[in-house]
């Protein structure tokens, strides 16, 4: 129950306080309203001298899944949304036209991957902490306990790591969706598939029984079906599943040219690594969540040829330029430097979940500084007539009252684990016009 990362408050203020040493600011010296009483004093007396604002620090709410299944993509999702934070401390904060200069600190819990425990923590983040904004927790399922307390309490809530539709279907007016909806994630694996082998009829989906998994599976069963395919086999798993023969012998008996479902990175790397090890002579395999995450290459051959969509790829550029040339504004930095700037914090390759994490809080930033306040109505406002490009690609929502927060925007790409040399690398392989690799195919097994 206890706050995991109010540091980041406390490294906050240290940082202001440094500042104020170096540089002299009054503006920086009246932030540091929490440190001695002299310096408050002084500061005060700075502010009213001046007529500058008070600095306001704004508190951002959030859970992770510090323990639980969702623990890999949760940690790098968080890591995303916390680099984001420090560049914008780091750099001043944000400035609004009256002079008050914003800086950011977050609250955050472990909801342990369990539904009941988020809705026991956004209530105490939206009350006991009066957090200004929440951001969701990662998963569909979490997310859409989260959302309810959101929208109970007039939070703001930016969503990441949240994919299913369903969550903007509930009338709510203040969530927002950065991710690709379920209904449109595995839809270009079939166009892939389509364009490898015409031949291709028999797709055989085997999925996570979760409100993501089963609602992309569901939009996905029936664009393949409007395509031509026959779905010969469409059998959910139990999310707590680590055996996968019952299902990979109702794969054998069903012959599909294709197999397509998941459902997160571990059932979805289990899955993987059980497929290769029973050798199922299938051409081609595309899984949620699991294969867009650096360390799917830990499983050596069985990653081989699994493709899988992704919501963004340190390889697909989105620029200022491009953002202008769509009629869209720009803010934040470039993919390239996002990935400079995660591997120097975390000693590591970016995943889609961290640069969505990012992403929620640059969409937060853009719409502080286009409302030019902190108002929560002026914000909503602002986030409903988006229309923005980040390094993380286009951002628009619905807002018709039917499917408000929905993003209408942002798509998927298609990765696909391959060889170069002696390492496994992952490749993006759809669309064409992004692609770095022509699809391997068929798998060789």
Same mark, same amino acid.
Request: glycine share 8%; hydrophobic share 40%.
């Given at each position: ?13 240290? @940082? ?12 920086? %010296?009246?932030?540091? /309203? ?19 604002? /008070? ?16 623990? !890999? ?26 002079? !008050? ?29 009066? @957090? ?18 959101? /929208? ?7 969503? %990441? ?7 903007? !279907? ?72 680590? &055996? ?10 069903? @012959? ?5 479902? +998941? +459902?997160?990175?571990?059932? +979805? ?10 050798? *199922? ?11 867009? /995450? ?95 490009? !980040? ?21 998927? *790409? ?23 690799? &022509?699809?391997?195919?068929?798998? @060789?097994?």
């Amino acid at each position: 129950m206890k706050p995991i990362q109010l540091w980041s408050a406390l490294v906050l203020v240290l @940082a202001l306080v440094l500042g104020a040493c170096a540089s002299g600011s009054t503006t920086t %010296t009246a932030a540091t /309203e929490t440190t001695a009483a002299t310096e408050t004093t002084a500061a005060t007396e700075t502010t009213a001298a001046t007529g500058t604002p /008070e600095p306001r620090v704004v508190t951002i709410g959030f859970t992770a899944s510090v323990t639980g299944k969702y623990n !890999t993509s949760s940690t790098r999702q968080v890591d995303g949304l916390q680099l984001w934070m420090d560049d914008v401390n780091n750099a001043g904060g944000i400035t609004l036209g009256d002079g !008050t200069v914003i800086t950011f600190a977050a609250v955050t819990y472990d909801d342990e991957s369990n539904k009941d425990r988020v809705q026991e923590l956004y209530t105490k983040l939206a009350t006991d902490d009066d @957090a200004d904004f929440l951001i969701s927790p990662y998963s569909s399922g979490l997310t859409a306990a989260s959302a309810v307390i959101a /929208e109970q309490y007039g939070k703001v809530m930016i969503t %990441t790591g949240a994919a299913s539709d369903s969550v903007y !279907t509930q009338g709510y007016t203040s969530v927002y969706q950065v991710y690709t909806p379920s209904s449109r994630y595995l839809t270009s694996s079939v166009d892939l598939l389509t364009s490898l082998d015409p031949s291709a009829k028999k797709i055989a989906f085997v999925y996570e029984n979760s409100k993501f998994s089963t609602g992309v599976v569901e939009a996905a069963k029936k664009y393949a079906e409007d395509n031509g395919f026959d779905v010969v086999l469409f059998e959910g798993y139990d999310p707590e599943t680590t &055996d996968f023969n019952p299902f990979i012998n109702k794969i054998q008996a069903a @012959a599909p040219d294709a197999i397509l479902g +998941g +459902g997160h990175f571990q059932d +979805g790397s289990a899955f993987a690594r059980q497929l290769y090890e029973k050798k *199922v002579p299938v051409k081609f395999v595309s899984l949620l969540v699991a294969p867009p /995450e650096p360390t799917f290459a830990e499983l050596g051959d069985a990653a081989l040829g699994i493709a899988g969509p992704s919501q963004w790829e340190p390889a697909v550029k989105f620029t200022e330029a491009s953002a202008t040339a769509a009629g869209a504004d720009w803010i934040g930095l470039s993919s390239a430097d996002f990935v400079s700037e995660y591997k120097a914090a975390y000693g590591e390759e970016p995943s889609y979940h961290s640069a969505g994490g990012y992403a929620a809080g640059l969409l937060l930033q853009y719409a502080i500084q286009k409302a030019d306040s902190l108002d929560n109505d002026a914000i909503k406002a602002a986030l409903d007539a988006t229309n923005l490009v !980040t390094f993380f690609g286009p951002l628009r929502f619905d807002t018709t009252a039917d499917s408000h927060g929905l993003q209408i925007a942002h798509d998927m *790409v298609v990765v696909q684990w391959q060889k170069s040399g002696d390492q496994l690398v992952k490749q993006i392989v759809w669309p064409k016009a992004g692609a770095t690799a &022509d699809a391997v195919y068929p798998l @060789a097994r």
